[in-house]
């Protein structure tokens, strides 16, 4: 990244002045009144890019813009069904995040070795709800690393929005599992390469990759593509692509198994992944 990156002032005056993102309210009439009017272009996409801003400085205005908001995202109810509870505060987000990580079987496969000492590394904790259940539950050692550390204990993001190289380069083989809930929809296909890369260094064998992320099933409306026929995803101004199940699977076909994909009512679908043994050869 260069010196043309973004930094917070520059990223608070295109949300509040140029956006008109003043609070969470009016973020919310432009989600359900402009945004399915608007045609997506080149400069829609890079202007808030991923690649584009000090990330670290991007959630950080965020959150002070919209609360809680960044975190369980109820700017975007879902379309079937209902939040079960109002979400107002850290707690009340807290809980409805790790409901996300029942819902979708990740606290399932931390449970099955809930006796052992595994490491485990989460992507994105935001106020800790899945820490809290790991180390309550379980006798796996808990890493976490967000971009905005909301709780003690979690480390960093670089200002690219990537994990910290210090961990990559020391902790080589050493997880059994890496899990990011709720968080790859954010990222650009420059971040989202590198997560894919450093958490095939980080698991050891066998070790499982864990994430969630919208695919493009072809369904997506007309107002969420581009001129090329793309479909993008957008939060708070920041447009991030939204793949195509093959370009997933091709993604990941150098170094994971593909165990099984499971996919929610509301779009959104589960990767559950194995590192595959350094010699092994595809089938």
Known sequence: MGCAVKKRSEIRRILVNELGFTNLEAYKRWVEVVR??????????????????DCRAFWGVCCELFGTDPICNVAAPPALGALPYEIGNS???????????KSLGITSFLEE????RL??????????????YIEAQTNH??????????????????????????????????????????????????????????????LREGGL?????????????????????????????????IPTAMSVYSELASVFDVLYVTQRFDGLFNFVCRRRAANATLP
Do not use: C
């Not at 992320?213 to 708070?236: E, F, Q």
């Open 113 to 116: 070795n809930a006796h052992s």
């Open 209 to 241: 990759f864990m994430f969630n992320l919208t695919i493009d099933t072809g369904k997506t409306p007309a107002y969420m593509r581009d001129a090329n026929g793309s479909a993008w995803s957008v939060h708070y101004g920041q447009y991030t692509p």
């Open 141 to 202: 050692v808990y890493v976490g690393v967000d971009v905005v550390p909301r709780v003690p204990g979690v480390l960093q993001a670089s200002v690219e929005g990537l994990l910290p190289r210090s961990l990559v380069e020391q902790r080589q083989a050493s997880f059994s599992y890496v899990i990011a809930s709720n968080v790859f929809q954010h990222f650009s296909a420059r971040q989202y390469r590198q997560y894919i890369k450093d958490s095939a260094g980080l």
């Open 119 to 132: 490491n485990v590394l989460e992507i994105g904790p935001g106020y800790g709800s899945l820490k809290n």
């Open 36 to 53: 399915p009017t608007m045609t997506i272009t080149d400069e829609d996409i890079e202007r808030l890019s991923p690649d584009a801003v």
């Open 91 to 101: 707690i009340e987000a807290n809980r409805m995040n790790l409901r996300l990580a």
